[in-house]
């Protein structure tokens, strides 16, 4: 998977900083817009794009130029995965009929990436990462002090905001430094999950965030994927559902 200079799209600059760092240790050139028109004229420019990840508005003139004009490229033609920073809205993309390959909800981990590409490279249909971000879907605790509740603390109990089957975000009051390694015990709301997870990001808190670690796991006890996919499913069913309805009030 050749993936030499990807362009970046997002209003936000926050988000375009995120997405270039998580670009930026697996590819050689990363380059950014903020606004659709901006990359369009990119795209115009450069014929050597391996790949559009943007985080733009539906319905508006210049996404509709932009998408058109990725598609219009020659073999091997660029690919292009779309985000939404509101997760509720993924399928709102996919029903759109975009044509993208794939479609992702913030925050994004280069391993999300690599599997929409490796999907959709095996003819497979474009894939919407259904994430769960709701207040907290559970807790993670050290799985080492997890057994000794009279250990628990703030620091080492950490809500759950963000939860797919690659990573998490985890609210924490006592951030561990990247590349930390940790085994965290999820308590779902319908099973246990232990999993081993490695920090990839590490986010201080403010006025609009919590502080809290971004984590990739790394391996699961035995049983315990099965146990997070069937939890992640039935969010997904429930998302699909809650959508189904808006549209059908619409």
Request: net charge neutral; hydrophobic share 45%.
């Amino acid at each position: 998977m050749d993936l030499t200079h990807v362009l970046v799209i997002d209003e936000s600059q926050l988000g375009r900083e995120a997405l270039e760092a998580v670009l930026s240790a697996h590819v050689e050139h990363v380059l950014s817009a903020k606004s659709a028109a901006e990359g369009l004229a990119i795209v115009e420019r450069l014929h050597d794009l391996s790949l559009v990840v943007a985080c733009v508005a539906l319905g508006h003139v210049d996404t509709d130029a932009l998408v058109a004009r990725i598609l219009r490229r020659p073999e091997p033609r660029t690919r292009l995965i779309l985000v939404e920073a509101r997760p509720g809205e993924l399928e709102s993309l996919r029903f759109a009929d975009l044509a993208a390959d794939g479609y992702l909800a913030k925050p994004i981990m280069f391993r999300d990436i690599t599997r929409v590409l490796k999907r959709t490279q095996q003819g497979t249909p474009a894939e919407v990462a259904h994430r769960v971000r709701t207040e907290p879907v559970g807790y993670a605790l050290r799985r080492s002090l997890a057994a000794d509740r009279r250990r628990e603390v703030s620091h080492i109990t950490w809500a759950i905001h963000d939860l797919s089957m690659t990573g998490a975000f985890i609210e924490s009051h006592g951030p561990l430094p990247v590349d930390a390694a940790i085994g965290p015990e999820l308590q779902l709301p319908s099973s246990i999950v232990h999993a081993e997870a490695k920090v990839m990001r590490v986010q201080t808190p403010c006025w609009e965030h919590v502080a809290g670690i971004g984590v990739a796991f790394t391996g699961f006890a035995d049983g315990h994927e099965a146990r997070l996919r069937e939890f992640i499913a039935v969010r997904k069913r429930a998302t699909e559902e809650r959508n189904q309805g808006r549209a059908g009030a619409r």
